[in-house]
């Protein structure tokens, strides 16, 4: 049971709470659980309501709405984005209203029809559209991957309030639904940010830019609490973290290691020191335990990634491909890379995560290079050539 709230008069959260939830999705450690905010605002002529909840709370969702609506009196629906944890209850609302207009960008139309399978009244919206509720203004502002093509925020002119969808959220589940009513949540909202929002920074830059100079009294995200103590100093801190990354005076590259018998760590040693006389700054870092935001700082600022990687029992260890799977969550300036390490009986993993950098649209700067065990003076000689073919790579003309 999750209690409505006024949050200004006559516009009320309507969400569900999911305290008990610990990975979002099936994909997202959740500590503090999370919640599925969904919004009505009431006009003197007009009642929308902004955004639904996941479909397994339909039954909770309407049971709570009841009292403050029959949902058949709505009179329209707004749907920021078509992520079923925010769309899922639409279904239930079209059944008890089917002609509702549902107000949405192109996109979220499309995905809606195929989410839906059922014919729905669509309008579709575009950026500064506005709908008069009779006292009070819906504005649309299209925000296209924050974090899916179709999202948009949509902006309560008089009132000053932001629904902004998944953006400014945090899977974070707590008794008052306000920021200044509860205990710091910053691990949660950047963490959030960090798994989410992160591959889009380019796209968070364009939305905010949307934002300057809107008054902002409350910002109301899909998930978690409303934010109200400072709107401005949550902006900021977006602007902060999807902040293209510093420039390198010289070509910048990414060494990871993982060595359990110092063997790969010996070749990287050799190819960092062939690279740096050439003037490449080397930033190396070992897969055993990396922070990961560290990690995914230093994938954005390289302008070339090197992996050196063991193979154990035919396979690149897990840290190597936890470190791998960060790569979609980041945005490289360059997909270039090159892959060495050392073996025992085998060696498929050079191999292995060739293919894996492949499939993740990076090109090989030089073809991946395999020792087994102790490197030898001739095989340091074959790192030095390794190190030379990737700082030609760097150097020569994009
Ligand atoms: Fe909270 Fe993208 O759904």
């Known amino acids: 049971m999750s209690t409505p709230v006024e949050i200004v008069p006559g516009v009320h959260w309507v969400g569900v709470k999911h305290p008990q939830l610990r990975v979002f999705d099936e994909l997202f450690p959740t500590h ?3 919640t599925y905010n969904s919004y009505l605002v009431r006009g003197e002529k007009k ?4 955004d639904t909840v996941k479909g397994m709370f339909s039954d909770e969702f309407f049971t709570d709405l009841a009292p403050q609506v029959d949902p058949a009196a709505i009179d329209l629906v707004v749907i920021n984005h ?3 944890d925010h769309s899922g209850a639409l279904r239930r609302l079209l059944e008890i209203n089917p002609e509702i207009p549902v107000y949405c960008s192109r996109a979220a139309e499309n995905f809606l029809r195929q989410q839906l399978n059922h014919p729905f009244n669509a309008h ?3 950026d500064g559209d506005e709908i008069d509720l009779g006292g009070r203004t819906l504005r649309f502002i299209l925000a296209p991957y924050l974090h899916w093509p179709d ?3 949509t902006y309560l002119v008089e009132d000053e309030i932001l629904f902004s969808c998944d953006a400014f959220g945090a899977h974070y589940c707590s008794r008052s639904l306000f920021d200044d009513e509860i205990p710091d949540f910053s691990f949660d909202f950047h963490f959030y940010f960090d798994n989410i929002m992160r591959p889009f920074k380019e796209k968070i830059r364009e939305a905010l830019a949307k934002l300057d100079n809107l008054p902002l009294r409350l910002l109301c995200p899909s998930h978690g609490p409303i934010l109200r103590r400072n709107p401005q100093a949550v902006l900021d801190s977006y602007w902060r973290w999807a902040a293209p990354p510093p420039e390198s005076a010289h070509p910048r590259v990414l060494l990871l290691t993982l060595s359990p018998h110092g063997n790969t760590r010996k070749m990287g040693a050799t190819i960092r020191e062939t690279l740096e006389k050439q003037g490449m700054e080397v930033v190396e870092m070992s897969l055993v335990d990396p922070r990961e935001s560290d990690l995914r700082d230093e994938m954005e600022r390289a302008d070339m990634l090197l992996i050196g990687t063991p193979t154990i029992n035919r396979d690149a260890p897990g840290p190597v491909w936890n470190a791998l799977a960060l790569l979609s969550s980041v945005t490289p300036k360059r997909n270039v890379a090159a892959v060495f390490g050392t073996y025992g009986w085998s060696g498929e993993a050079v191999k292995l995560v060739e293919e894996r950098l492949k499939g993740l649209k990076f090109s090989l700067a030089t073809e991946g290079l395999t020792l087994r065990f102790t490197p030898t003076d001739e095989d340091l000689a074959h790192c030095h050539e390794f ?12």
């Open 32 to 34: 503090n659980g999370t």
């Open 82 to 84: 078509t992520e079923p």
């Open 47 to 50: 009642l929308a309501l902004i």
């Open 124 to 126: 579709v919206v575009t």
């Open 151 to 153: 999202t948009m925020f």
């Open 387 to 398: 190190g030379a073919a990737v700082a030609n790579e760097l150097l020569s003309p994009q």
